[in-house]
């Protein structure tokens, strides 16, 4: 069966301090992968998806950037974060030819 | 344009009882996708459904049951004898073909506090 784990759960940053979010997939080759953004009490926010390795599509421009250095690896990343970059991150996965997607369960970042 | 609309931003109802969250859907697609999902106190989202437009059978599943009608692009969820782990947030979300980008439109959210 196939597994998506992400971390850290929950982390505390500074303002201006780098980010560095990482998620993995087990179980399945070749998925869509998709980090989203959920502001506290606010929905669903599409911040970027990889149909590959290095093919990255961003949804919304902003301090955030993301990576795939390996098929079922996705990092999302900051060189210097900011208050509204709180909130909860959440991986994602979806097999190549479906599209349902399946979420881990999520990093809590809050920016102090 | 794709839209999903949850009135409904948060319904409480006492243990037992049944619960009718709603969600209300627009596209020009036709073929497309409409999933529920169950958010937990916890965070991880939850898969519950996919539906395709061309099957408007009503499904079942334990205590949880969807009611399509694409006459009122509706996808209804009810819960029925409702108890307090059904507590979460609940997302409804449409997609297009599955040879669009597989992106997901959301809804709002509804919050469901069921009271013991």
Known sequence: SQTIHQWPA????????????EC????TSNPNLYWY???????????????GIGQIS??????????RPQDRQFILSSKKLLLSDSGF??????R????????????????? | AQKVTQAQTE???????DVTLDCVYETRD??????????????????????NSFDEQNEISGRYSWNFQKSTSSFNFTITASQVVDSAVYFCALSGPMDSNYQLIWGAGTKLIIKP
């Open chain 1, 10 to 21: 929950t982390l505390v940053q500074p303002v201006g301090s780098p980010l560095s979010l």
């Open chain 1, 24 to 27: 993995t997939v087990e179980g």
């Open chain 1, 37 to 51: 953004r959920q502001a506290a009490g606010r929905g669903l926010q599409l911040l970027f998806y990889s149909v």
């Open chain 1, 58 to 67: 961003s949804e919304v421009p902003q301090n955030l950037s993301a990576s």
């Open chain 1, 89 to 94: 991150y959440l991986c994602a996965w979806s």
């Open chain 1, 96 to 112: 190549r030819s479906g599209n349902t997607i399946y979420f881990g369960e999520g990093s809590w970042l809050t920016v102090v």
């Open chain 2, 11 to 17: 319904i409480s109802v006492v243990e037992k009882e």
């Open chain 2, 30 to 51: 036709t073929t497309y996708y409409l999933f529920w999902y169950k958010q937990p106190p916890s965070g991880e989202l939850v898969f519950l459904i996919r539906r």
